[in-house]
């Protein structure tokens, strides 16, 4: 186990966490092409998508601000919506934060703004293996996804004259098709008891987002829904 950690604090923890970046990279390469190809369509020239790309970084609130400059929203609606679709980033970093606190604050803000669904994803299944998480492999992880991203976006946007029916390729189902493959990842590391405590919160998921989705607009659901399906596990836990 020394030898292990040793092994994650050196060189080669970078490359390990780039390593364990790649089987999420179907996700990103298909959903970023996708958004490009729609930011292409909505009137945003290249460079546009590249700066959408590295200064905001989250899948869904760059679809929605294409959405909302077709309809010419104010920009502070624009800048108030993308703030809070991406709040559940918040919730995510809180979850990685214990396992990092001995590295100072400003590599603590580059984990934070690097973290995405997908990255915090395999995060959580290595802590859940390891009970630790190093800040090379962590660099790894987010650069990689970072990079690839901000790739697929701009070559989507290059090519998205020619391609605008990201759903005839099945683009638009890569994403959810990588997030059911890290669900099933972690299950798979977690023994009988955790697996059944898991199965149920799961459940209990479904529930309440359906019974808020009647009430709430999705993006508000799923905050509201993650907030107390968490606090619901962090009990059971106990």
């Not at 529930?207 to 709430?216: A, D, K, P, Q, S």
């Not at 659901?221 to 106990?238: C, N, Q, R, S």
Request: charged fraction near 10%; include cysteine.
């Amino acid at each position: 186990m020394q030898q292990e950690a040793v092994s994650y604090q050196s060189k080669n923890a970078f490359i390990q966490g780039v390593k364990d970046c790649i089987p999420t990279l179907l996700g990103y390469l298909s959903i970023g092409f996708a958004f490009g190809v729609v930011g292409t369509v909505t009137g945003l020239s290249l460079l546009e998508v590249a700066l959408v790309a590295i200064f905001i970084y989250a899948g869904a609130a760059q679809f929605i601000l294409c959405a909302l400059l077709v309809t010419n929203t104010p920009a502070l609606s624009i800048v108030f919506t993308v703030f809070v679709v991406n709040l559940r980033h918040f919730l995510m970093s809180l979850s990685i934060a214990p396992y990092v606190t001995r590295y100072s604050t400003l590599r603590n803000i580059g984990f934070g703004t690097l973290l995405t669904d997908e990255t915090f994803g395999v995060a959580v299944t290595e802590a859940m293996k390891s009970k630790k998480i190093y800040g090379r492999w962590l660099d790894g992880l987010n650069v990689t996804a970072y990079v690839s991203w901000i790739i697929a976006c701009v070559a989507g946007g290059y090519f998205g004259h020619w391609i605008t029916d990201v759903e005839k390729w099945g683009l638009d189902f890569a994403l959810v098709a990588m997030f059911i493959a890290l669900l099933v990842l972690q299950l798979s590391e977690t023994n009988k008891s955790k697996l059944n405590m898991y199965l149920k919160l799961i459940i209990i998921m479904f529930i309440t987002v359906y019974i808020l989705l009647n009430f709430f607009s999705t993006h508000i659901t799923v905050l509201i829904a993650t907030l107390f399906v968490a606090t619901l596990g962090v009990w059971m836990d106990k």
